[in-house]
């Protein structure tokens, strides 16, 4: 069992410690309005790599705030109108949405795979800031000067539920059976896309970041993908004058209080030995799920690639190929 965290009985019961703000349905209903405001455009751009099996395609279009996000996208060749399931795919902090090959074991059992650039990453997506503090890595506190509007993964959970119904109406898919998948901020993100988009079927969650910064910060593991936290109070509020709204404000973006607006099935690994990511805040995102969920808890691993972990998400859509 870790020694830096709760004991397994008590992380099955916990539900977190950061605030909900109270006017936090208010502020996403909000947000989606402005989402389902804007005209899309999604553009298709065919992609020079190529396989027998499937077309590869770069697709664009307008996101909130003037951005233009980009996504990889894969579908199956030849495929009746409307009978294809989807995956939507999300990457870790900082990355991107990876190699074509890494979607063609999905497209190869007959999915259409469009994986995020989240913007202000390493990927194509394009980010307009227009709140202050830095840009390197800092996207967690982007915002927390300014206005909960401006909090920068208030505009990237968008993306997820913009890109999902942009998939869910390509005339390939069957909207029926759309999942979301990631791990890391990508396990955030495929939870935070499904409580934003309510017709995400399945959803698909390894070791989520972006949840409970409270008890990050009281686990003194405000570093790493964290460390952001520790920087802006060392240089934005020494006194910690600000303290309880600011961990109010990221409650907007904390994906343990968007989990309950989750309807599919969820399937989440669950790391213990996780100081980056650390379980209690795991847990407290999968027990206010409300929906049909499993968990796979990996004693003895971090944040690091886990055995037969991929083997247990196919098989999790298998039901749909």
Same mark, same amino acid.
């Given at each position: 069992? =870790?020694?830096?965290?709760?004991?397994?009985?008590?992380?099955?019961?916990?539900?977190?410690?950061?605030?909900?703000?109270?006017?936090?349905?208010?502020?996403?209903?909000?947000?989606?309005?402005? %989402?389902?405001?804007?005209?899309?455009? =999604?553009?298709?751009?065919?992609?020079?790599?190529?396989?027998?099996?499937?077309?590869?395609?770069?697709?664009?279009?307008?996101?909130?705030?003037?951005?233009?996000?980009?996504?990889?996208?894969?579908?199956?060749?030849?495929?009746?109108?409307?009978?294809?399931?989807?995956?939507?795919?999300?990457?870790? &902090?900082?990355?991107?949405?990876?190699?074509?090959?890494?979607?063609?074991? %999905?497209?190869?059992?007959?999915?259409?795979?469009?994986?995020?650039?989240?913007?202000?990453?390493?990927?194509?997506?394009?980010?307009?800031?227009?709140?202050?503090?830095?840009?390197?890595?800092?996207?967690?506190?982007?915002?927390?000067?300014?206005?909960?509007?401006?909090?920068?993964?208030?505009?990237?959970?968008?993306?997820?539920?913009?890109?999902?119904?942009?998939?869910?109406?390509?005339? #390939?898919?069957?909207?029926?059976?759309?999942?979301?998948?990631?791990?890391?901020?990508?396990?955030?993100?495929?939870?935070?896309?499904?409580?934003?988009?309510?017709?995400?079927?399945?959803?698909?969650?390894?070791?989520?970041?972006?949840?409970?910064?409270?008890?990050?910060?009281? %686990?003194?593991?405000?570093?790493?993908?964290?460390?952001?936290?520790?920087?802006?109070?060392?240089?934005?509020? =020494?006194?910690? #004058?600000?303290?309880?709204?600011?961990?109010?404000?990221?409650?907007?973006?904390?994906?343990?209080?968007?989990? =309950?607006?989750?309807?599919?099935?969820?399937?989440?690994?669950?790391?213990?030995?996780?100081?980056?990511?650390?379980?209690?805040?795991?847990?407290?995102?999968?027990?206010?799920?409300?929906?049909?969920?499993?968990?796979?808890?990996?004693?003895?691993?971090?944040?690091?690639?886990?055995?037969?972990?991929?083997?247990?998400? &196919?098989?999790?859509?298998?039901?749909?190929?």
């Amino acid at each position: 069992m =870790p020694a830096f965290d709760y004991p397994l009985d008590k992380l099955k019961t916990y539900m977190g410690q950061n605030p909900c703000p109270s006017d936090f349905d208010a502020y996403w209903e909000e947000a989606l309005e402005e %989402m389902h405001a804007i005209d899309a455009q =999604p553009e298709r751009v065919k992609a020079d790599f190529k396989t027998p099996f499937a077309d590869c395609y770069d697709l664009f279009w307008n996101g909130v705030g003037g951005a233009r996000v980009h996504a990889k996208l894969v579908i199956p060749k030849e495929v009746p109108e409307g009978c294809c399931p989807a995956v939507c795919m999300f990457h870790g &902090y900082s990355a991107w949405c990876g190699e074509w090959t890494n979607l063609l074991t %999905m497209a190869a059992s007959g999915f259409v795979v469009a994986s995020l650039d989240c913007r202000g990453q390493a990927g194509d997506s394009q980010e307009v800031v227009s709140a202050t503090l830095s840009t390197f890595k800092g996207h967690i506190i982007r915002g927390l000067r300014d206005d909960p509007k401006d909090l920068a993964f208030r505009a990237m959970f968008l993306d997820t539920a913009q890109m999902a119904g942009l998939v869910m109406d390509m005339p #390939e898919v069957d909207a029926t059976r759309v999942a979301s998948q990631g791990g890391s901020q990508g396990g955030a993100l495929s939870l935070a896309c499904a409580a934003l988009e309510p017709r995400i079927a399945k959803v698909i969650s390894q070791f989520p970041f972006l949840s409970d910064y409270y008890r990050v910060w009281q %686990m003194d593991l405000a570093e790493n993908a964290y460390a952001e936290l520790r920087d802006f109070f060392r240089w934005s509020d =020494p006194l910690h #004058e600000r303290e309880e709204e600011i961990f109010t404000w990221l409650g907007y973006i904390d994906v343990k209080n968007l989990a =309950p607006r989750i309807k599919g099935d969820v399937l989440m690994a669950i790391t213990l030995m996780d100081k980056i990511c650390p379980p209690s805040t795991q847990f407290a995102a999968y027990n206010n799920i409300h929906a049909p969920k499993k968990h796979l808890i990996y004693h003895d691993h971090g944040h690091e690639g886990l055995p037969h972990w991929t083997d247990h998400v &196919y098989r999790f859509l298998s039901d749909w190929m």
